[in-house]
């Protein structure tokens, strides 16, 4: 089923197995969708996400966001549904509107308005209740978007929500007419705003975005813009669908095993190979170890005669698809001009890796890459790295 169309409607009974078989189904990756839904079911339900939703998206594609929020509904989970950040002069209606579509879906709603009392606290109770918070920001004098987005920031850091969606007709972000799929909010911002190519609509959402990662939101916290016709690829698959605004990674180097939590390293390496390494890959002390601050990525370098050879680049498994190893790349290539590496023939993210070095070889079982080796360097670079260790070991080896 194609993702760049509305969600499917829902039969009234479907039993909740069913739902998520056909969601599973919806998306076109069911192993990715399947580690999203468990990730998002395992936290409290008011962390799940918020999705702030523009007043043309509610005026030309209502059916989509209603058939969204029923699908989530049916798999137990309740996002925050926010109403009039950029016109809040349409807000009590489109939230009137929204209340009375959903209802007839069979879903129960609480609209609350952005001023109340305790808001974060009514949200909690709503969602746990199995129902539909719509929270209404609603005219009030002189408050600009930006101040609204401020407010609506900190409802989110009371929830300890982990992402915001902006449905935004266009879809995301664009320059050239290319879509940008991740922005680092820590050094994208000043070329994106003065490209002259982003709608005043989008330059807010981008400060804003800016605001509430670096100031307020865990490193984790992430804000997508994207289509109200790809809100499931968007939550639930590592690509997405959109563009994904976050907080660049913090990265810290480590000689060695020195300063390195290896318990949680050794969670991270298991989380994004599917299976944990060999208790005698940290018998071996590398030269050189980056972490990302909250250890949801690495990469591990060894030093020998030919260059840095990397050992790991691993991204856990909830964080794949934040732009974390890009940054981990654009960390450490500054300090290693010369490094080569393995990856099987299947890793998923080969691609990835073709686009970052300077050459490839296939050999059985294995491809090699490298960057910034002579010529000369090669062949002996191809037969050490396929003469390494097996550090995490498949059914097939």
Same mark, same amino acid.
């Given at each position: 089923?194609?993702?760049?169309?509305?969600?499917?409607?829902?039969?009234?009974?479907?039993?909740?197995?069913?739902?998520?078989?056909?969601?599973?189904?919806?998306?076109?990756?069911?192993?990715?969708? *399947?580690?999203?839904?468990?990730?998002?079911?395992?936290?409290?339900?008011?962390?799940?996400?918020?999705?702030?939703?523009?007043?043309?998206?509610?005026?030309?594609?209502?059916?989509?966001?209603?058939?969204?929020?029923?699908?989530?509904?049916?798999?137990?989970?309740?996002?925050?549904?926010?109403?009039?950040?950029?016109?809040?002069?349409?807000?009590?209606?489109?939230?009137?509107?929204?209340?009375?579509?959903?209802?007839?879906?069979?879903?129960?709603?609480?609209?609350?308005?952005? *001023?109340?009392?305790?808001?974060?606290?009514?949200?909690?109770?709503?969602?746990?209740?199995?129902?539909?918070?719509?929270?209404?920001?609603?005219?009030?004098?002189?408050?600009?978007?930006?101040?609204?987005?401020?407010?609506?920031?900190?409802?989110?850091?009371?929830?300890?929500?982990?992402?915001?969606?902006?449905?935004?007709?266009?879809?995301?972000?664009?320059?050239?007419?290319?879509?940008?799929?991740?922005?680092?909010?820590?050094?994208?911002?000043?070329?994106?705003?003065?490209?002259?190519?982003?709608?005043?609509?989008?330059?807010?959402?981008?400060?804003?975005?800016?605001?509430?990662?670096?100031?307020?939101?865990?490193?984790?916290?992430?804000?997508?813009?994207?289509?109200?016709?790809?809100?499931?690829?968007?939550?639930?698959?590592?690509?997405?669908?959109?563009?994904?605004?976050?907080?660049?990674?913090?990265?810290? *180097?480590?000689?060695?095993?020195?300063?390195?939590?290896?318990?949680?390293?050794?969670?991270?390496?298991?989380?994004?190979?599917?299976?944990?390494?060999?208790?005698?890959?940290?018998?071996?002390?590398?030269?050189?170890?980056?972490?990302?601050?909250?250890?949801?990525?690495?990469?591990?370098?060894?030093?020998?005669?030919?260059?840095?050879?990397?050992?790991?680049?691993?991204?856990?498994?909830?964080?794949?698809?934040?732009?974390?190893?890009?940054?981990?790349?654009?960390?450490?290539?500054?300090?290693?001009?010369?490094?080569?590496?393995?990856?099987? *023939?299947?890793?998923?993210?080969?691609?990835?890796?073709?686009?970052?070095?300077?050459?490839?070889?296939?050999?059985?079982?294995?491809?090699?890459?490298?960057?910034?080796?002579?010529?000369?360097?090669?062949?002996?670079?191809?037969?050490?790295?396929?003469?390494?260790?097996?550090?995490?070991?498949?059914?097939?080896?």
């Amino acid at each position: 089923m194609p993702l760049d169309h509305p969600t499917p409607a829902l039969p009234a009974k479907l039993a909740p197995q069913d739902v998520v078989l056909r969601f599973l189904e919806s998306t076109g990756r069911p192993s990715e969708a *399947r580690l999203y839904l468990d990730l998002f079911r395992a936290r409290p339900r008011e962390q799940f996400a918020a999705i702030a939703i523009d007043a043309n998206v509610m005026a030309g594609a209502a059916d989509a966001v209603v058939q969204d929020l029923k699908f989530l509904a049916a798999l137990d989970l309740f996002p925050t549904v926010v109403l009039g950040i950029f016109q809040p002069a349409d807000a009590v209606l489109h939230a009137r509107s929204l209340r009375r579509h959903l209802e007839n879906e069979g879903l129960r709603v609480e609209v609350l308005r952005a *001023r109340r009392r305790n808001l974060a606290t009514r949200v909690t109770l709503c969602v746990r209740s199995g129902a539909v918070p719509v929270v209404v920001f609603e005219p009030a004098g002189s408050e600009a978007p930006g101040d609204r987005l401020d407010r609506l920031g900190t409802l989110l850091g009371e929830l300890q929500a982990r992402k915001l969606l902006f449905l935004h007709r266009p879809g995301g972000l664009r320059q050239r007419g290319i879509l940008v799929p991740i922005v680092n909010l820590t050094t994208d911002v000043p070329a994106l705003l003065s490209s002259g190519e982003l709608s005043r609509k989008e330059a807010l959402i981008l400060e804003g975005a800016r605001r509430l990662c670096e100031e307020a939101a865990p490193p984790s916290f992430t804000v997508a813009v994207t289509s109200p016709l790809n809100v499931l690829r968007e939550l639930f698959t590592v690509k997405g669908a959109g563009t994904l605004l976050r907080r660049g990674a913090r990265i810290t *180097r480590h000689d060695g095993w020195a300063g390195v939590d290896v318990p949680r390293l050794r969670g991270l390496l298991a989380s994004s190979f599917g299976r944990p390494p060999a208790d005698a890959f940290f018998g071996r002390t590398p030269s050189r170890v980056y972490v990302e601050e909250g250890y949801r990525g690495c990469v591990i370098l060894e030093e020998t005669p030919l260059g840095a050879y990397l050992t790991k680049f691993a991204v856990s498994a909830e964080a794949q698809g934040e732009g974390i190893a890009r940054d981990l790349w654009e960390a450490v290539i500054p300090e290693v001009p010369v490094v080569f590496w393995r990856a099987r *023939r299947l890793n998923p993210i080969s691609e990835w890796y073709a686009k970052l070095c300077e050459g490839l070889m296939r050999v059985p079982a294995w491809t090699v890459y490298w960057k910034g080796l002579s010529p000369e360097a090669i062949p002996a670079a191809i037969g050490w790295a396929t003469a390494q260790p097996v550090d995490i070991p498949h059914d097939d080896d």
